[in-house]
């Protein structure tokens, strides 16, 4: 069994530093925040800045392997400077540029390419192995929990579950698509690495650091992120899910648990006063506005744990049958708030 | 004695009596409980550290319904927010409700909400008397529905236990007390899943999203091959499926059939004239498409119509709720009360919840019927009652109160 593994040396380690097994090559295994500071960590603080820079610049991280050792420890020092960026844009971006170059990496290994893939999906916890079925012409076959784990959010009809070939708990893939899921696993790690809730105190150097990158995302990025909503609902620009259950509602058709869920939240998210919504809601004829008040309320925020909760992603919608008479807009969008965003922007 | 405290009193005697088996969930002290009770309310957030208290507790308090939660929790007394979810079983309800069978029409009826005009069979989209349009709908647990419910049971296990590879001792498969069945779960792998991982597990045994392209049947193979390979009745997962689903239909289709998946005639003439050519080609070679006259078009829509045959019609919501209350195996069902039984999944076909489910076993009551199909608990037949009063067995009984078709006499 042992034997399908390929045992992986410090050049590999180089090229994926995030890999538990990769911490043996630390220069310093326990290191401080303080230690930054000091000029022996100088070129290591350097290769962090530049990994994070090209995350920016090209969504992409380079890998310098002639010197694997600094390489290696540059990785979670890249992990505090984004960080402390505090920018969660630059944070995700980083994240995704390791990925990206991941995915590329492992797509082309040369040597031992099947075995480099098996040792790092162990890495991981990962239940792969190698297809042994040859009536089936993938390669990979992939429990389906971790393959679920790391396809819900992917795009593309593909790699819907129901689009795949599954038996006795595994999915069928190919060298690339595997590669493909192994680093969106990376992505997944690195995001959650990163954002650190309670930030310690940092060195002047990291601060400073810090705000360079953050200059460098502004000027790349530019200041057209997030933009809000409108200050009135426009009901115009409402998707065709939204606008059949306001329809429904208005009349005082019963609607689905789902249904009333996904029309407060649309509504509370783009500005309506939970006020406005349970007003909505009077026409039915079993209307409480006790229980309402609360419902309504703790949808928006207001209520509870303070969440505010948005509507179910379009996907949801349709498993549960809301999603009717979608349109062309429709078919670029993946949720009901997005629809919205660009609908209002149209009109504008 | 009203017929609520009827009711009240008979289930009361159940869970003091000795043929109650609960059948507790693992990790019970992990899990919330929810109790309906008879004098309106509900009791949630209830924890029990094991089964005799539970038990007790059920003996003091008489609850038309008893619920525990599927899911796991740190502390699982404290409010949602505060509960700390550490997991939940997979979990899924096949309700007649969502299965249309021809026999709703003879047994449920409904009432409009707003001025009680009633009707049988399905509520109207508004009232046809005052145009409101909230109703009271009453449904019955019949046969015909409930066999249709378990027809999709049987789908969905076999989905379970072929694609997703859970083991006999993994997936435990009940009667839910009602109309219908419930499928419970327990794996460790699974028990972490998130919603979404559980809608896309949804949406594979309810065969939604699914794209025939993607198993095989595309207009590029077609034109290389004039003919289909890839999906065969020997294959796996959804291909195999499909293959069946097709072979199942052309076997069984008549015209009409055919002409409602939108096949145009002399498609439809071409496919029942060559019905045997179609289905030996199948059966040898493992070859759709041999026939003339047939193309990409109509096979596409002959699959489609196939995933739908194999696809498990469930609650889509339950499944992905992973908060979700689930009622306790061995506890009886205030619509009817029915017990919700386990029995072993290969036994999905001869499993007979009229039998097996009916908890009150002797004694009798007179009560006035005020409208009832007829129906079968054990191997005794009752009804069709209208207006009447008549002696019945204890089970009986409260079957017809708890579905408000009757009241209690004596």
Redesign the interface.
């Given at each position: 069994m042992q034997s399908v593994f390929s045992k992986f040396a410090k050049n590999d380690y180089a090229k994926y530093p995030f890999l538990k097994e990769a911490a043996k090559y630390l220069k310093i295994p326990d290191l401080k925040i303080e230690d930054l500071a000091t000029p022996e960590l100088e070129d290591i603080l350097k290769r962090a800045e530049e990994r994070v820079e090209e995350a920016i610049l090209y969504t992409r991280v380079s890998r310098k392997l002639e010197k694997a050792d600094n390489e290696i420890s540059s990785y979670p020092v890249a992990i505090i400077l984004a960080a402390a960026t505090k920018s969660s844009f630059i944070q995700k971006r980083y994240a995704l540029a390791e990925a990206k170059q991941t995915f590329e990496d492992l797509k082309n290994e040369k040597d031992k390419p099947k075995e480099k893939i098996l040792t790092f999906a162990q890495d991981f916890g990962w239940k792969l192995a190698l297809n042994k079925d040859s009536e089936i012409t993938y390669e990979f076959a992939l429990n389906f929990t971790d393959y679920l784990r790391n396809t819900t959010h992917l795009r593309g009809k593909k790699w819907k579950l129901v689009n795949r070939l599954l038996s006795d708990g595994n999915v069928y893939l190919t060298r690339t698509e595997t590669a493909r899921l192994l680093s969106e696993e990376v992505r997944k790690h690195i995001e959650k690495r990163v954002e650190v809730k309670e930030l310690p105190r940092f060195p002047p150097k990291i601060i400073e650091t810090a705000e360079k990158i953050k200059e460098l995302s502004a000027e790349k990025i530019g200041k057209a992120e997030m933009e809000g909503f409108p200050k009135t609902v426009v009901q115009a620009a409402f998707p065709p899910c939204i606008e059949a259950l306001y329809q429904a509602v208005s009349s005082g058709r019963h609607l689905s648990h789902v249904g009333r869920f996904t029309l407060t939240s649309f509504l509370t998210n783009i500005g309506m006063s939970p006020d406005n919504v349970i007003e909505l809601f009077r026409t039915f004829s079993d209307f409480n506005e006790r229980m309402t008040r609360y419902q309504v309320e703790h949808i928006a925020g207001e209520r509870g744990s303070r969440t505010r909760y948005i509507p179910p992603r379009c996907e949801t919608l349709q498993t549960h049958g809301v999603c009717v008479n979608p349109d062309e807009l429709c078919q670029k969008i993946r949720h009901p708030l997005t629809y919205y965003r660009k609908k209002v922007k149209v009109a504008k | 004695m009203s017929s609520q405290k009827f009711t009240e009193r008979k289930f009361g005697d159940y869970y003091k009596g000795n043929d109650v088996s609960i059948c507790v969930p693992t990790s019970i002290e992990k899990r919330e409980f929810g109790f309906l009770l008879f004098e309106r309310g509900m009791l949630r957030h209830i924890t029990f550290k094991a089964k005799e208290a539970l038990e007790s507790f059920l003996r003091a308090t008489t609850c038309s319904d008893v619920y525990h939660s599927c899911s796991y929790y740190e502390s699982p007394e404290a409010?949602?927010?505060r509960k700390g979810w550490l997991g939940a079983d997979l979990i899924f309800d096949i309700d007649a409700d969502h299965i249309p069978t021809s026999c709703e029409r003879v047994h449920d009826g409904w009432i409009c909400?707003?001025c009680s005009f009633s009707g049988k069979g399905i509520a109207p989209k508004k009232c046809p008397v005052c145009g409101?349009?909230?109703f009271n709908i009453g449904t019955w647990p019949c046969e015909v529905c409930l066999d249709s419910a378990k027809t999709e049971t049987a789908k969905l296990l076999d989905l379970l236990m072929?694609?997703?590879?859970?083991s006999e001792k993994e997936v435990r498969v009940f009667f839910s007390g009602h109309r219908g069945y419930h499928v419970h779960v327990e794996n460790e792998?699974?028990k972490t899943?998130?919603a979404?991982?559980r809608?896309?597990?949804?949406?594979?045994v309810s065969?939604?999203?699914?794209?025939v392209f993607?198993?095989g049947l595309n207009e590029k193979n077609w034109r290389v091959m004039r003919a289909y390979q890839d999906i065969r009745l020997d294959d796996?997962?959804?291909?195999k499926r499909i293959a069946l689903g097709m072979q199942n239909f052309i076997l069984s289709a008549n015209e009409q059939d055919l002409r409602n998946i939108g096949l145009r005639k002399s498609i439809v003439e071409a496919i029942l004239r060559n019905k045997d050519a179609i289905l030996k080609s199948l059966l040898e070679t493992g070859t759709w498409g041999v026939i003339r006259g047939v193309g990409f078009e109509t096979w596409r829509k002959i699959a489609e119509h196939g995933v739908k045959l194999q696809s498990a019609k469930i609650d889509?919501?339950v499944t992905?709720d992973i908060h979700r209350l689930i009622r306790l195996t061995g506890t009886l069902h205030g619509k009817t009360g029915f017990k919700k039984v386990e029995f072993p999944v290969l036994a999905v076909d001869d499993f007979d919840p009229f039998k097996s489910a009916v908890a009150f076993k002797g004694g009798t009551a007179t009560v006035f019927v005020s409208d009832a199909p007829e129906f079968r608990l054990g191997d005794e037949m009752f009804g069709p009652y209208r207006s009447q009063k008549v002696e019945l067995p204890t089970a009986a009984a409260v079957l017809l109160i708890c579905k408000r078709r009757a009241e209690v006499l004596e």
């Open positions: - | 409010e949602m927010d909400g707003n409101s349009e909230k072929r694609d997703f590879g859970f792998a699974i899943l998130a979404v991982a809608r896309e597990m949804v949406d594979y065969g939604l999203g699914l794209d993607f198993h796996l997962g959804w291909r889509t919501v992905t």
